[in-house]
């Protein structure tokens, strides 16, 4: 593990592994599908000016943000100095180059997320973070990850411990209490003309 992170999971996206995922995950199939997912997700919010993103790579997802709402103020947190590089042309609001565990939210944001990163976070350091959601957020918090209803660790790509399921939102919706369920959705992998990784949503709102 690298000195300088907290945990085995930071060095890993830090580091190599996360410099290969850069030339993995960028298409404009990809992009299409981001489009689908996201226009489906905000259809159910209202007054977004603002958007904070925690793990952001090379910007997929905020590239098909830019392509459904104008005029908004995307942020985000990303650990990997590479992906920064490429990150920063889709940002005209904060990017913040360090580990989302070593991210201190400053102001806030009317809706913030995950998209397929609360997996990779240390389950240790998952109460901190869901913390840092929680006071980044003014509005909305929206995580997309792998759902399953009790905590398990599966192999990824062949590294151990590198790849976490678990009710991610009923954990936040039990720790906050005026955090409430808007809507939730998956996106299966075989489908036909959008697919996604197998990726649960769930859309909350601070009340």
């Known amino acids: 593990m690298t000195e300088t992170f907290k945990t085995e999971q930071e060095a890993f996206w830090a580091e190599s592994f996360g410099d290969e995922y850069i030339d993995r995950n960028k298409s404009q199939k990809l992009l299409a599908s981001n489009i689908a997912f996201f226009t489906d997700i905000f259809k159910r919010t209202s007054n977004i000016g603002s958007i904070m993103e925690f793990g ?16 908004v103020k995307l942020s985000a947190v990303e650990i990997n100095k590479k992906a920064c590089e490429q990150l920063k042309s889709h ?3 904060n990017l913040y180059n360090c580990s989302i565990l070593d991210y201190c939210p400053k ?16 389950p240790n350091e998952l109460n901190s973070v869901y913390q840092k959601l929680y006071e980044a957020s ?4 929206c995580v997309a990850e792998f759902y399953n209803p009790s905590p398990m660790t599966i192999s990824y790509r062949g ?19 005026n955090l409430k369920l808007i809507d939730y959705g998956f996106v299966y992998r075989r489908d036909k003309n959008f697919a996604q990784d197998d990726i649960t949503w769930f859309l909350m709102e601070k009340i």
């Open 56 to 71: 952001a790579n090379i910007g997929m997802n905020m590239r098909a943000i830019n392509e459904i709402l104008i005029n």
């Open 91 to 93: 940002i005209n609001g």
């Open 138 to 141: 003014s509005k909305y918090i």
């Open 107 to 122: 102001e806030q944001y009317d809706f913030v997320f995950t998209k397929g990163v609360l997996i990779h976070i240390n």
């Open 159 to 177: 590294h151990e411990d590198r790849l976490f399921k678990r009710d991610f939102a009923g954990e936040m919706l039990d720790k906050f209490s």
